[in-house]
């Protein structure tokens, strides 16, 4: 059994080994969960620019391929809003499943 004398020096035991408990089972891991978010967000970023990049290149260049005009300059347009419709259509629906 401890000493009535030795009581003040656990308690302080105690609450530095709560302090380190907590700092290396929450702390630590919310830092490093924190990181693997951030670069995450960077990669959706990043993929979201280049997603509409290739979707502009895409349309600029079924504009190229059809006669000049203004109704086929619409019509490549269209084409190209309703194919990239269906295919962000195609990814929520996946993304969901």
Do not use: H, N
């Amino acid at each position: 059994m401890s000493d009535v004398s030795e009581i003040p020096e656990q308690v302080g035991e105690l609450i530095d080994l709560s302090k380190q408990y907590l700092r290396e089972q929450t702390i630590e891991p919310a830092k490093r969960l924190g990181r693997v978010a951030g670069m995450g967000f960077a990669a959706a970023v990043l993929f979201s620019i280049g997603a509409l990049l290739l979707a502009i290149a895409g349309t600029r260049v079924l504009i190229g391929v059809l006669p000049d005009g203004a109704l086929w300059s619409a019509l490549g347009l269209l084409i190209s809003v309703i194919v990239l419709s269906g295919v962000a259509g195609l990814i929520m629906w996946r993304a969901t499943r």
